[in-house]
């Protein structure tokens, strides 16, 4: 689903993109996330889940966790979350619990996407539903993690 009154910009997913390039060079899987509210990054984050062996340690989690520590509240109404890779069912899950307004997301994530690609978490019954703005940069944010996944398998 498209709003015609918000458009998501690109350089909220280059900056994304960025971020997933340096999960790349930790040797992470290279996703990477922003949040933004009124037009400013407020968050930023990538996966650290090797560096930190953490479960939680997706680039959405870690930059709405930002975002929520520089605006001084858990809720992130009137954010948007910028994220190289579809959001996972605990990411999701996440920005639905705290009122992310929008997902726009790059490269779909056909095994674990929770925003419609496997499941749909954002479209639970009786939940907060952000918007959300499919492949925004999708072929970028899908050839890093491409050329990630060839390069552990060589």
Known sequence: MKNRAFLPERRFMEAALALAEEAFAAG???VGAVVVKDGEIVGRGRNRREEEQSVLGHAELEAMTAAAKALGTWRLDGCAL???LEPCPMCAGAA???HVERIVYGAEDEVMGACGTAVSVID???AFKPQLYRGLLAEECAALLRRFFQEKRT
Do not use: G, H
Request: charge should be neutral; proline fraction near 17%; aromatic fraction near 8%.
């Open 124 to 126: 639970l019954p009786r």
């Open 82 to 84: 910028y994220v190289t």
């Open 28 to 30: 992470e899987v290279p």
């Open 96 to 98: 639905v619990n705290a």
